[in-house]
């Protein structure tokens, strides 16, 4: 898989205006539900400065604003993604509160200590360097700070899991595909999603960056996974 982020802007660049709809058709309307586990698990206040990262069309610092009205900067690398998300954000009249940026959030332009949360949805999967990341995060956030990562897993119990490969290998890149147009995107989504470490290595990764884990989520039988932690 080609992680290189002007690969993966592109792709995201490309199916942006499908990307709400496919969501919620591939989820089954449950990606709502995940969204909103993060933002209750982030115990967010009106003085939060939340950084979103991979914030793709808003979803997620959309929902956090509607929740609570502090300040929240999305960062992604597509730009079509972005438009997207700025065009919900004043719709939502959420324009004040929330700031859009186009860049990658392995190299971010804020100084240390700028946010006391910060969330990333579905967006490190498609990351080439995760630990990258963690250390990026790990700088940006105020002593104290929380970080929650909300992202697919594969479910391991016996027949979920069978049904679960059956989804992911053969109707989840068929559906994907006919409704944007892109089966190569959709091929991608299986791969990045059956191929992405497991929870136990993922904890693991945070603790090294000085990011220690406070809470650790199966969601509907290990589908995804919500993973909180704290700036130690
Ligand atoms: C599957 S979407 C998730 C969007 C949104 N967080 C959500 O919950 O719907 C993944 C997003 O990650 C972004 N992305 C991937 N790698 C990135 C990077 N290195 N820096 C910033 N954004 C990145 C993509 O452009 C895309 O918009």
């Not at 690398?77 to 859009?100: E, F, I, P």
Request: with cysteine; hydrophobic share 45%.
């Amino acid at each position: 898989m080609d992680k290189r982020p002007t690969i993966i802007a592109r792709m995201f660049d490309r199916i942006a205006p499908s990307y709400d709809l496919l969501n919620t058709i591939l989820s089954f309307g449950m990606d709502k539900g995940w969204r909103k586990a993060v933002i209750r698990a982030l115990s967010l206040s009106g003085s939060d400065r939340v950084l979103d990262i991979a914030t793709g069309t808003g979803d997620m610092a959309l929902l956090a604003l509607s929740h609570m009205p502090c300040r929240v900067t999305g960062i992604d690398l597509s730009h079509q993604m972005l438009v997207r998300a700025a065009a919900k954000a004043a719709r939502g009249n959420h324009g004040d509160h929330y700031t859009v940026l186009q860049g990658n959030a392995l190299h971010m332009p804020f100084a240390g200590a700028t946010f006391s949360k910060a969330m990333v949805g579905f967006g490190i999967r498609n990351m080439d360097n995760i630990p990258g990341l963690f250390a990026e995060v790990q700088r940006i956030l105020k002593p104290a700070g929380r970080f929650a990562v909300l992202e697919f897993s594969v479910p391991e119990h016996i027949p979920f899991t069978w049904f679960y490969r059956l989804y992911m290998q053969r109707i989840l890149p068929f559906v994907g595909g006919i409704v944007s147009g892109d089966f190569p995107a959709y091929r991608y989504l299986r791969d990045s999603v059956l191929g992405f470490p497991p929870p136990a290595v993922l904890e693991g990764m945070l603790e090294e960056h000085g990011l220690r884990m406070v809470a650790s989520h199966a969601l509907f039988f290990g589908i995804a996974h919500l993973y909180l932690a704290q700036k130690a």
